[in-house]
Nanobody, 121 residues
Framework: QVQLVESGGGVVQPGGSLRLSCAAS????????MDWYRQVPGKQRELVAS???????NYVDSVKGRFTISMDNAKNTVYLQMSGLKPEDTAVYYC???????????????WGQGTQVTVSS
């Protein structure tokens, strides 16, 4: 079983920066990829950025050039560095991990509890 704990959300003014962190723990697993999603009330959860175990990254167009996803494989931790924040970035940000159980060889998704990011003047 994998537990994901997120941190780093908060309130920031437009143009500001925040760094989100998500640490995976639990033992007996291998992380295949980790992602950041975000969701605002009344809308579907949106994939913001993803990174795999080889370091390959992808971003939604709206955050390209402003957000950077990175992963510390030794710590099983993924980060989302957000710069040039805009009011439309306001959302609950969720961490997702695609992990393989080393005993069963089965892969599944795990979710964090979410962290609020508010961009407002």
């Amino acid at each position: 079983q994998v537990q994901l704990v997120e941190s780093g959300g908060g309130v920031v003014q437009p143009g500001g920066s925040l760094r989100l962190s998500c640490a995976a723990s639990g033992g007996g697993f291998r992380i295949n990829a980790m992602d950041w999603y975000r969701q605002v009330p009344g809308k579907q959860r949106e994939l913001v950025a993803s990174i795999d175990s080889h370091g390959s990254t992808n971003y939604v167009d709206s955050v390209k050039g402003r957000f950077t996803i990175s992963m510390d494989n030794a710590k099983n931790t993924v980060y989302l560095q957000m710069s040039g924040l805009k009011p439309e970035d306001t959302a609950v940000y969720y961490c997702n991990a695609d992990a393989t159980d080393l005993y069963s060889a089965l892969a599944r998704d795990y979710w964090g509890q979410g962290t609020q990011v508010t961009v407002s003047s």
